[in-house]
């Protein structure tokens, strides 16, 4: 494989002039062919979408951030410059890859484990009683569709969507909420009247018509936020910081046991850790707009992290009793439509570790020599 990616390097090289016989090569290789397609399609839409990269600016600063990676973890470490490294990274992506980055020492429990039941998508009245509803589906998308449809004055419903379901709800003043595994949503059939408001526990990514007149407020146990028209995301376990990240647009955060809310421009996240203490920060949204549109996406993030996710949004327990393995990072996008085997297919192409389903549960282990 390296010197299968030292080739493809050479001929991607600004300039590089290919010999008669690595023309023959490129033409008679379907592997060494499909990656310089990749790394010329990432490098164009890298150019185009971030610009120049400062090669030896990127090179210092990722050893800087990563004192103990070895030599023998970067590919001609000595002679490629970032760039290249950045490309190849961003070509894996766009292919459905995934790109392993330096595992990281850390003092967490490293057995994952975890264990969901079998339920189906419900919207149900005060009372607990299922109403009907009328979902929509296709084969292109990642979500099933509602569409709610206002009932009586003073009714109150609340939308299950169980681990192993997402749902795209739409409310209606035509807002849209993309509802995330084990995530619970509240509304009032007199909802858009006189205020829009929901409950949510879990995480959901809303897209909000603007009306001035009328603000959007989601509500959780921990925190209030109040909208015009926007697009942000919530996210609101119990057992877990509840984070806001604003995409477009602009919130207002009201913490419920602080009288002065927080308001946070696109780009930006606050965090109410389970310590009580508030932060705000920049962050990367793409993981977010990229769920809205169907895709998992994952950059330099934690194995154990990917597979708490695919846990639920597959309804599936994961198991991992080897430490080290649960701390690579990776660099992974894949459609959200794609069945469990062919996600695991995706991990086990890097051949660093194993993930096979057993039963109802993905075990994680070593590849075998």
């Known amino acids: 494989m390296k010197e299968l990616t030292d080739e493809m390097l050479d001929i991607m090289e600004p300039g590089a002039m290919l010999t008669d ?68 990274a961003a070509a894996a992506v766009f292919i459905g890859a995934i ?53 009586g004055e003073d009714e109150k419903y609340v939308v299950n969507v169980p681990y192993g379901q997402s749902l795209e709800l739409v409310l209606p003043d035509s807002s849209q909420v993309f ?9 009032s059939s007199g909802y858009g009247k006189a205020k829009r408001e929901v409950k949510l526990k879990g995480e959901a990514y809303f897209v909000v018509t603007k009306n001035a007149a009328c603000p959007f407020i989601v509500s959780t146990s921990r925190s209030q936020t109040t909208v015009y028209g926007t697009e942000f995301n919530v996210t609101s376990y119990s057992d877990l910081s509840e984070k806001v990240t604003l995409v477009k647009g602009s919130v207002s955060v ?44 994952f950059d330099n993030t934690e ?4 597979l ?38 995706m991990i086990n192409r890097m051949q660093k570790v194993n993930a096979e389903l057993q039963g109802n549960t993905i075990l994680v282990t070593t590849v075998d020599d």
């Open 21 to 88: 016989e690595q023309l023959q090569r490129l033409e008679s290789d379907a592997e060494l062919l499909e990656g310089c397609e990749d790394i010329f399609m990432a490098s164009r839409l890298l150019a185009q979408e971030q610009g120049t990269v400062d090669a030896e600016q990127a090179l210092e600063q990722f050893h800087k951030e990563h004192p103990l990676c070895k030599p023998e973890h970067s590919v001609r470490a000595s002679v490629l410059s970032a760039r290249f490294k950045y490309i190849l």
């Open 179 to 187: 509802l995330h595994p084990g995530s619970e949503l509240a509304y």
């Open 254 to 297: 009201q913490m419920r046991d602080q009288q002065q809310p927080v308001k946070i421009q696109p780009g930006q996240q606050i965090s109410l850790h389970r310590t009580g203490m508030i932060s705000v920060n920049a962050v990367d949204t793409e993981p977010f707009v990229s769920w809205r549109d169907g895709y998992f996406y």
């Open 303 to 306: 194995l154990s992290d990917i």
């Open 308 to 345: 708490k996710v695919m846990g639920r949004c597959y309804n599936v327990g994961v198991e991992c009793h080897e430490p080290q393995l649960l701390k690579y990072h990776m660099r992974f996008i894949i459609p959200r439509n794609k069945d469990i085997h062919y996600v695991l297919e």
């Open 99 to 151: 790109v392993l980055l330096m595992p990281r020492k850390n003092a967490e429990d490293n057995k994952l484990a975890q264990e969901y039941s079998r339920q189906q998508i419900s919207i149900s009245n005060a009372k607990g009683k299922e109403m009907a509803m009328n979902m929509t589906t296709s084969a292109n998308q990642a979500d099933r569709k509602v569409v709610v449809e206002t009932v």
